[in-house]
């Protein structure tokens, strides 16, 4: 079992920076792409950006210039460096990770709990 752990979340004023990190834990056979997903009150869950094994990035237009994803693979790691925030980045940030478990054949999606992101001054 594959278990992405999110950290870093917490109330930063309008134009402030947080850094979210989130590790992939268990029997891993292989990770692949990892990501950011949010969801803000009374909206649909949304990418915020994910980054390939090699390095490959794919980002919402929202966060561009703003956010960063960056990642390290000696330790399942990804991390979302977040500048400019905005009230609307307010929202509960998840982890997703497409890996294989050492007991399976295949890879499979994992998410972790979430952690919150509140702008506000």
């Known amino acids: 079992q ?3 752990v999110e ?4 109330l930063v004023q309008p134009g402030g ?3 979210l990190s ?5 029997s891993i056979f292989a990770i692949g792409t990892m990501g950011w997903y949010r ?3 009374g909206k649909q869950h949304e990418l915020v950006a994910t980054i390939t094994s090699g390095g ?5 237009d ?4 703003r956010f960063t994803i960056s990642r390290d693979n000696a330790k399942n790691t990804i991390y979302l460096q977040m500048n400019s925030l905005k009230p609307e980045d307010t929202a509960v940030y998840y982890c997703n990770v497409i890996a294989r478990g050492a007991a399976s054949d295949y ?6 709990k979430g952690t919150l992101v509140t702008v506000s001054s």
């Not at 950290?7 to 917490?10: A, D, M, N, V, Y």
């Not at 490959?56 to 919402?60: E, L, T, Y």
């Not at 929202?62 to 210039?65: A, E, I, P, W």
């Open 17 to 19: 920076s947080l850094r």
């Open 62 to 65: 929202s966060v561009k210039g």
């Open 56 to 60: 490959g990035i794919n980002s919402a």
């Open 22 to 26: 989130c590790a992939a834990s268990g």
């Open 39 to 41: 969801q803000a009150p």
């Open 107 to 112: 890879m499979t999606s994992y998410w972790g």
């Open 2 to 4: 594959v278990q992405p």
């Open 7 to 10: 950290s870093g979340g917490g």
